[in-house]
């Protein structure tokens, strides 16, 4: 019996002994540049791994990458490590894309904004692509998937991005965002500076758009609704306002 063989999805299977306990190995790999890639799957990713029983380690070069192991069943493993890999993709991926090519006349702040807001408003959508298209995929290089087998996504957000004039203004965004908010039944709570979904499950997404960020996350969560579980930041209770206005809710 071979002692080493490689699946699909970059999964190697590694025969641990004569008895043939079979441990199923998960590579996600990036290039340096991208690395925090990475290291954001590590960190989501690695409490999930331990709860079955696994470990995930990680490697930091000029290639960095995630290695996940498991002795058991690892179809949960591998399907919680597609759905990362497509968030990574559809925001992190997503966010660098608009920013170096959205042409308005906002400030930094309201940019990032911006741009956060035209994700969570395709998000879904975005997702369900990239995650048909990884089931199709041989390894997870993230870096080699996205500009090998994406390009037809790439041609979507250059339309979007194409329905944006040059002209667009503090007011225009407002008014974008005061449509989405009326366009989602979303729920999602804040407790000082942490985002938690429906669920209670911490949100910190919005690492992929380069840094922690409450308001970030709150845009990024396509929420409908925002209840603040005590007391938040006045910068947070401004933003509310601005954006949210009756869909934010005070205790």
Not at 101 to 113: F, G, P, Q
Not at 162 to 179: G, H, Q
Not at 208 to 230: H, N, P, Q, R
Not at 231 to 241: N, Y
């Given at each position: ?18 008895y043939n ?170 407790k000082g ?57 005070f205790s």
């Amino acid at each position: 019996m071979p002692l080493y063989g490689k699946n699909l999805f970059g999964v190697n299977k590694l025969h641990a002994n004569a008895y043939n306990n079979v441990v199923e190995e998960i590579t996600v790999s990036e290039r340096k540049e991208k690395s925090s890639y990475i290291t954001y799957l590590y960190n989501v990713l690695s409490a999930h791994v331990i709860r079955f029983g696994g470990r995930s380690e990680l490697l930091l070069g000029d290639r960095s990458a995630l290695i996940i192991r498991f002795s058991r069943d690892g179809s949960q493993i591998r399907t919680l490590v597609r759905d990362k890999v497509t968030e990574v993709i559809g925001i992190g991926y997503k966010y660098e894309y608009l920013t170096s090519r959205l042409n308005v006349a906002l400030s930094k702040r309201e940019r990032k904004l911006l741009c956060s807001a035209l994700i969570a408003a395709d998000l879904e959508g975005d997702r369900a692509y990239i995650r048909r298209k990884l089931e199709k995929a041989e390894e997870y290089s993230i870096d080699g998937f996205y500009h090998f087998r994406l390009a037809p996504l790439r041609e979507k957000w250059d339309r979007i991005l194409s329905y944006i004039p040059d002209s667009f203004t503090s007011s225009d965004l407002k008014k974008f965002c005061e449509f989405l908010v009326g366009e989602s039944k979303n729920k999602i709570y804040v407790k000082g500076n942490t985002v938690f979904g429906e669920n209670f499950t911490p949100l910190k997404r919005s690492r992929l758009t380069g840094e922690e960020d409450t308001e970030i996350e709150i845009m990024l969560s396509d929420a409908g609704f925002v209840y603040c579980l005590g007391q938040v930041e006045d910068s947070v209770g401004d933003f509310l306002q601005k954006y949210y206005a009756e869909r934010a809710i005070f205790s």
